[in-house]
């Protein structure tokens, strides 16, 4: 049995589906190649001690019997939680070393609460020696986020445990790993940082004030979705930019994407993009454009001088692993 263990687990980017799979529709998720690490140690005594510099916590410390009593510091929640929860299913304690550290900033969206989970319970299951499967996992991973944040479908859990690319339908009903090759994606951030919780309860705001017109546009990027695994699975780019420039126009009808969004999403597509849309809840965060590799330095180019920032990704990545 290990006593100490560091495990990884990859980010993510929505590709198409997002808030639909809330109201358990299928949403289509890839994972990148930026990281979180998680390393556990396994020490005497009765005391969890959580370090995280890139979110300045220092050895914070607690009594185990503390866990589930008190109020977590807001930048840890996920790591504490974790433990609690894998504690009080499992029936087992120790004094615990966690240190995280990210490949990424949690400012771009690309799930650091997710992977940290994903990587802390992982973790813990190997060094309590627990055999814990991917579906056993998302389960434990899925409770603790939905304790520490109240609203998601799990499509990030989902892509952190997995990695490559995924159908997905909200709360894991279905997870189902698609044969995808490299993915012409250009990724930029329009530099405002959105939370993710206030815009899903915008749009159950509209979904309850107007359900027939909103769950119509749920509907419809329902088919889309389908229709893209399709396209995915066949390679076929100019449909998949048809469907991304859809699924974007029902996400502006769900008020969730902004001027600056737009306006990156409109510099892509006229430099010759496939498509492009929103990524994630929208009001801010990342755009993701489509474009034959010919076109992609033009994209680049049009999204920067737009005013967005382009984040270098890799798709398609490994999902949790254990580092050597
Ligand atoms: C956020 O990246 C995507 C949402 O659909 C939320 C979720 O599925 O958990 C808005």
Avoid at 87 to 109: D, M
Avoid at 113 to 141: H, M, P, Q, R, Y
């Amino acid at each position: 049995m290990k006593n100490k263990i560091t495990v990884s687990a990859p980010g993510k980017l929505m590709l198409f589906g997002e808030h639909a799979v809330i109201y358990g529709k299928p949403c289509i998720v890839t994972a990148v190649d930026q990281r979180i690490r998680v390393r556990v140690e396994k020490i005497g005594g009765s005391s969890i001690t959580v370090n995280a510099p890139e979110v300045k916590v220092k050895d914070y410390s607690l009594k185990i019997s503390d866990l589930g009593k008190i109020e977590y510091p807001k930048e840890i929640k996920f790591v504490l939680k974790a433990v609690e929860n894998f504690f009080k299913k499992y029936q087992v304690k120790s004094g615990l070393n966690l240190e995280t550290k990210s490949g990424f900033s949690s400012l771009f969206g690309f799930g650091s609460s997710s992977a940290v989970t994903v990587s802390t319970i992982k973790a813990l299951s190997e060094i309590f020696d627990i055999e814990v499967g991917n579906k056993l996992l998302f389960d434990i991973c899925y409770k603790t986020v939905l304790e520490v944040q109240g609203v998601g479908s799990g499509f990030d859990l989902a892509a952190a445990i997995w990695g490559g690319t995924i159908y997905f339908v909200g709360g894991g009903k279905k997870i189902l790993p698609l044969k995808t090759k490299e993915l012409p994606l250009v990724v930029g951030y329009t530099g405002i940082k959105a939370d993710t919780a206030t815009l899903v309860r915008k749009v159950a705001g509209l979904h309850k004030n107007n359900k027939k017109k909103v769950d119509e546009i749920f509907d419809s990027i329902e088919k889309l979705v389908r229709a893209a695994k399709i396209a995915l699975e066949n390679t076929d780019y100019p449909k998949l930019g048809e469907l991304m420039d859809e699924n974007q126009k029902l996400l502006y009808k769900l008020s969730v994407s902004t001027p600056e969004l737009d306006n990156l999403i409109g510099s892509a597509r006229q430099t010759g993009a496939f498509g492009a849309k929103l990524s994630g809840a929208g009001g801010g965060d990342c755009m993701i454009a489509l474009a034959d590799k010919s076109k992609t330095a033009k994209v680049k180019k049009a999204i920067e001088k737009s005013g967005g920032v382009v984040l270098d990704v890799k798709f398609n990545a490994e999902g949790v692993r254990i580092e050597k």
